[in-house]
């Protein structure tokens, strides 16, 4: 939304006018590609496309009037310019987390803490989308648990119903960055934490979501919310033990629960799939407080942290290749 926030009104309206005049059509796309679109335009007489393959920023080719203007290579397994993140792992998160200079990470955290704060009170104040935050709070009760989930929710129903305040992201998205960081910022309201406290606790989140984002790929039918919730879990967990095994356990307890949840586009109902995620964040947390857990063997569990982070991105990345393909047919209507 940023980089469309100088639309005027007028900008606004003419846009509408001209999507009511003009015939556009959506078809899916038959691409072994996950990450494949092409866009046809027309005007008189002529017309141009372009295609985006493999990565939201590769342009693959373009055309006008049949003629070849660009003809760029696929970078389906392309690196460059790419961080390496394989080199992560939870152990080492939280121990890194453990020893950083608060210093090194303070300005982007602060800008998450701020801006997705911000977006988050919006919501709630205004009723952005299905208002999902207010119902928890109207529900539940203004309680922590419910206030994490509410305020995450809230700030993804203000983002997806067209709210144009920024939002700080996590694996290049604005639900994932409000999932992963307000349930931990809560927490640490409620509990008095210090702001470095709140920092290590936001690295743990923010990095662990990545790893998980990382194993299952850029797009998938995988809902990234549930990697992110996951990852709020685990932010929690290190905000109130600092320990490892607790932050292990509480990730893998969290997606025992909700692995498998689709996404079918950003749209409002976005804002109730997070809180269901927050909320499995929470309750992998708090069972484990309890010395509950979840065990390899049971469903798509594998004794070890990473060895179900490998499943849940296999699961992500190739098992819902075909779900993938039959949302995108429901969604256009073949």
């Not at 990545?210 to 929690?236: D, E, F, M, P, R």
Request: aromatic share 6%; net charge negative.
């Amino acid at each position: 939304l940023e980089v469309i926030h100088t639309v005027t009104p007028e900008q606004r309206a003419q846009t509408a006018a001209f999507l009511n005049a003009c015939p556009i059509t959506v078809q899916p796309l038959e691409s072994p590609s996950l990450l494949d679109m092409i866009v046809t335009v027309f005007s008189d007489g002529h017309q141009a496309s372009v295609r985006i393959s493999d990565h939201h920023t590769h342009i693959a080719r373009i055309e006008k009037d049949g003629q070849v203007l660009f003809s760029g290579q696929s970078k389906a397994g392309a690196t460059e310019n790419e961080l390496d993140y394989s080199l992560l792992n939870i152990e080492d998160i939280c121990a890194f987390a453990d020893c950083l200079r608060c210093e090194d990470v303070k300005d982007v955290l602060d800008r998450q803490i701020e801006c997705n704060t911000a977006i988050a009170s919006e919501g709630m104040r205004n009723g952005w989308g299905a208002s999902i935050g207010p119902v928890l709070l109207n529900v539940y009760g203004d309680d922590l648990r419910t206030r994490a989930k509410a305020m995450a929710a809230a700030g993804s129903d203000a983002r997806m119903s067209g709210c144009e305040m920024p939002v700080v992201i996590n694996s290049g998205s604005g639900n994932q960055g409000l999932t992963v960081s307000m349930p931990v910022i809560e927490y640490a309201k409620e509990y008095g934490k210090t702001k470095d406290e709140l920092y290590r606790a936001l690295v743990v989140a923010n990095l662990s979501s990545i790893h998980q984002k990382n194993a299952i790929g850029k797009l998938s039918a995988y809902c990234g919310a549930v990697t992110a919730g996951s990852g709020a879990g685990a932010g929690i967990a290190y905000l109130l033990t600092g320990d490892y095994v607790t932050v292990a356990h509480t990730i893998v307890n969290a997606l025992a629960i909700v692995s498998g949840i689709v996404c079918d586009g950003a749209k409002p109902s976005c804002a109730a799939k997070i809180a269901s995620a927050v909320d499995a964040g929470i309750l992998g947390f708090e069972m484990y407080q309890r010395g509950k857990e979840f065990y390899g063997g049971d469903g798509i569990i594998s004794k070890g942290i990473e060895n179900t982070i490998r499943n849940v991105g296999l699961l992500g990345r190739e098992g819902m290749r075909e779900t993938d393909r039959q949302i995108l047919q429901i969604m256009t209507g073949q």
